[in-house]
């Protein structure tokens, strides 16, 4: 690039940055701040076997000056012979932004983890009145998305325990306290409420053992792995403790022509994990995340300045694989497949790629969500995809194409990412109207998040700048269209009529009590909304110390839509105790629910289930029998999903008592209140105990979460 | 051989015959302690000998039946892990099944043992388990 077109570009890209009330130093420029890959693990026959070690480091992505604040977050190596520690340098990973794990559909995945975690002050978190042993700093791993077993230990002491992709366990820092020994230091009376928890794992090496098996029908996609103790799982990932795992190959779903004699290959493929954390003046971490962090303060690349109220002198950052604001170099003619995994605790995400020359988005051509290949029949009504792709996507022109497309090319100038959401989307340079052409030279774009406000009674989630991208310009594609989604699409899943058989299921003697099949035709309603508590101290919906708490209520609906007599359960905690049982079909068959879930809350949920995915489906065709995969949006797989807020009307709880941040079931049930209900379609085919709960974990630690247990049948 | 590699050999050896005695040294030791008699509690003198599954699941029934509605009645322990803590307690990782669910299944626990005059006592732990 000539020196003055630098200038032109560089000024071109200073009053757009400035047009969006952000501030760009950099952007369009050829930085020595790359973004580089994250580390690969990848696994050999068949196998994956790794040590991963939580503990503290040096956050050194940040370019800010003074700040590289202590995170934690993980070392990972191949899993040494003898020995618990990872050999330094090559060969091992330890990075805040993280790492990845490729897997193929069939593998096997074993990890011995370490909990090597600091103690917390207990006044650092919030929910500490709840649980006095989080201030040991208790941690696990979940494999987000995968659709495995949630296999509870089999092994005895003094032999280090062995879990699937089972979450209901802690294990704590052998050299950091025993979890019962010394509770002076804590609220020795809070112990009562313990009564009923997760296993408590306490060894001499601080260890567990994980044993993950993927069915070889798993999809191929992004999926990530993440701490998962109730109570401090927000505190740990905003810490940074998250890292990516990757099935199978792009190539398997993903070709740039229509036979797939031409296959995108991996080098193709960028991943981005999207982190951020709030670091008070001092480079001091905050454990507990402020979504006010930058109320009213000034953004720019990467990072958002703290409220001089209350954060004076601070910094948020949002990084992309732990660096701030990184440049993005856009090589291939035919473009690069991104693959985004929110990785934050709570922050949600809009994305648009804006074109520094004219300011407007460039459209990502959407391939995956949430680790499953969208997949629309050509000629798919805008109601069929945007009915699917509401609340997360804005659908926008693809431009124009030539040929045969088995599936419909889709194609969005916004990606909102709630936590825990992977979006897989094409990149290419794009002209206004969507059509792939050669970029300009010097052409470049913004990474960025516009900001997302969740709700009236939700938060504020800034916009800054994430990266900065440029364009190699020369000559038009070869291709010059849209890319083909092929094989393993959601359609072609769920026209399959499961998902995932069941492995290892074996008939067992009838279940006991309330382990029974939903009747056919019944279907399950969730609320989401914010419980009352006897002792609240700032209202409705809160603590006695003053916290927002959330919950989540329960109801059997039969086929006229009637509720079940004694179904009804109103909106609690999380209750550990609390257990919706239900076995597989006949022969240890899938079982296929439909739920409906509505949310109460004047903000945004995030509903997540684990060891399955979900299709959305019409009330009409939830209402008018037994479910089945005859959906209306058969075009995604997905394992989260915004809820829409409510809409309190007169009367309502909300109204009544501004404080209030969401209805009551009674509101709800009398009219008072307007819920949008999200109904989906859930095969359930993976044995053992799990859960399902809001992704945004500021709200999960606080109670909206509960517990599932798949058994086999009785035939 | 140089007179300084020769030195070394010599103090290499010298440190190995060390390391092998002192190695002779721990088995019988070990070897010794495993003819001990089991310890079951009472002060025998072995006071600070760690907790048996034995041990542990009679301070377990003792609490259970103390009835206080925290401790279910069908815990079977199947392995524990104890180390030293203050005093004659010991905290210890405990195993355990329960009838209720797979034989397979085994719950994990850490609990504070201490010994008393009358035997092993649950100190801490070891509650109801509904996962």
């Known amino acids: 690039m000539g020196e003055s077109a630098f200038s032109a570009a560089s000024a071109a890209t200073l009053s757009l940055c400035a047009a969006f009330g952000v ?55 191949p899993r040494p012979r003898t020995g618990d520690s990872c050999p330094a340098g090559a060969g091992s990973s330890h990075s805040y932004g993280g790492f990845r794990l490729a897997l193929q559909p069939g593998d096997e995945l074993k990890i011995r983890l370490i909990n090597n975690l600091p103690l917390l002050p207990p006044a650092s978190l919030e929910w500490i009145h709840d649980d006095p042993l989080l201030a040991l700093n208790p941690t696990n791993l979940h494999t987000h998305g995968l659709i495995v077993p949630a296999a509870a230990n089999t092994t005895p002491p003094p032999d280090i325990p062995v879990y699937g992709d089972f979450i209901l366990t802690a294990l704590f820092n052998y050299n950091g306290g025993n979890p019962k020994d010394d509770p002076a230091q804590y609220d020795p009376g809070a112990y009562a409420q313990l ?7 306490y060894n001499r090496l601080s260890a567990m053992d994980y044993d993950i098996r993927l ?23 905003a810490m940074g403790m998250a890292g990516i795992v990757s099935v199978g190959k792009v190539a398997s779903y993903l070709c740039y022509d229509a036979g797939c004699a031409d296959p995108v290959p ?103 969500i949430d680790g499953v290949a969208v997949g629309f029949p050509e000629g798919a009504d805008a109601g069929q995809t945007e009915g699917a792709l509401r609340d997360r996507f804005t659908v926008a022109s693809c431009g124009k194409w030539n040929g045969v497309y088995a599936l419909q090319p889709i194609c969005a100038s916004e990606i909102v990412m709630m936590p825990s959401s992977r979006v897989e989307a094409a990149v290419a340079y794009r002209d206004p109207s969507g059509n792939l052409v050669s970029p300009p030279q010097g052409a470049s774009a913004t990474l960025r998040t516009a900001g997302l406000d969740t709700g009236p009674g939700g938060d504020p989630w800034p916009a800054v700048n994430l990266a900065a991208v440029n364009f190699v310009s020369g000559p038009a594609p070869a291709s ?11 359609n072609a899943i769920l026209s399959q009529g499961s998902l995932i058989n069941p492995l290892g299921a074996r008939p067992q003697p009838a279940a006991a009590g309330a382990c029974k099949p939903l009747p056919s035709g019944h279907h399950r309603r969730v609320y989401f909304a914010n419980p009352n508590v006897p002792g609240a101290s700032d209202g409705p919906g809160t603590d006695p110390w003053g916290n927002a708490i959330f919950g989540l209520g329960f109801e059997e609906i039969d086929q006229s839509g009637h509720s079940v007599p004694g179904s009804f359960v109103d909106v609690t905690q999380f209750d550990p105790a609390q257990v919706i049982c239900l076995p597989l079909g006949p022969g240890q068959t899938p079982v296929l629910e439909t739920w409906e879930l509505v949310n109460l809350a004047t903000e945004l949920h995030n509903f997540h289930i684990h060891q399955t995915k979900f299709s959305h489906v019409s009330p009409a065709v939830a209402m008018s029998g037994p479910p089945t995969f005859v959906t209306y949006a058969t075009g995604v797989l997905e ?49 053992g105990t799990f859960v399902f709960h809001c992704h945004i974990l500021e709200h999960e630690d606080g109670g909206m979460m509960h517990v599932i247990r798949v058994v086999p049948s009785s035939s | 051989m140089r007179l300084a590699t020769l030195r070394l050999a010599a103090d290499r050896l010298r440190r190995g015959v060390l390391a092998a005695g002192a190695f002779v040294m721990v088995v019988a030791a070990a070897a010794f302690l495993a003819h001990l008699p089991p310890d079951r509690g009472a002060a025998t003198g072995n006071e600070r000998a760690a907790p048996s599954v034995a041990d542990v699941q009679a301070a377990y029934d003792r609490a259970a039946l103390s009835a206080d509605g925290l401790h279910d009645g069908d815990i079977r322990i199947v392995g524990v892990d104890c180390r030293p803590g203050t005093g004659m307690r010991f905290s210890c990782q405990v195993g355990f099944v329960k009838s209720e669910f797979d034989p397979a299944r085994v719950f994990l626990d850490t609990a504070l043992v201490e010994r008393t005059p009358k035997g092993w006592t649950l100190a801490r732990g070891l509650c109801r388990r509904l996962i």
């Open chain 1, 266 to 368: 991996e080098s193709s493929v960028r991943h981005l994990i999207l982190k951020d954390m709030q670091v008070l003046a001092g480079d001091i971490p905050q454990y507990q995340q402020d979504p006010e962090f930058c109320s009213g303060s000034r953004a720019w690349n990467g990072v958002c300045s703290g409220n001089p109220e209350n954060y004076s002198g601070g910094n948020w950052f949002f990084t992309v694989n732990g660096q701030q604001y990184p440049t993005i170099p856009v090589s291939k003619a035919q473009g690069e497949v991104w693959r985004f995994t929110n990785a934050s605790a709570s922050a949600s995400y809009r994305l648009q790629l804006i074109d520094n020359a004219t300011g407007r988005p460039i459209a990502f051509q959407l391939i995956a």
């Open chain 1, 480 to 490: 010059a269209q849209p890319v083909h989604v092929g094989a393993q699409a959601a």
């Open chain 1, 23 to 77: 501030f760009c130093a950099t952007a369009n420029t050829i930085s020595a701040n790359t973004l580089a890959e994250p580390q690969v693990f990848a696994s050999e026959n068949g196998l994956l076997n790794l040590l991963i070690i939580a503990q503290p480091g040096k956050v050194d992505g940040l370019t800010t000056p003074g700040f590289a604040p202590t995170g934690w977050f993980y070392t990972v190596c």
């Open chain 1, 639 to 687: 394992d989260s999903v915004p809820l829409p807020f409510a809409k309190p009307g007169p009367g309502s709880q909300p109204v009544l008592d501004p404080e209030a941040t969401s209805c009551l079931v009674s509101d709800y049930k009398s009219g008072k209140c307007a819920a949008t209900s999200v109904w989906v379609q859930i095969p359930f085919t993976q044995l």
């Open chain 1, 215 to 237: 069915p070889k029908t798993h999809p191929a996609g992004a999926f990530w792995m993440h701490p998962h103790v109730h109570g401090i799982a927000q505190n740990q990932i």
């Open chain 1, 195 to 201: 009564h009923a928890h997760t296993d408590v794992v």
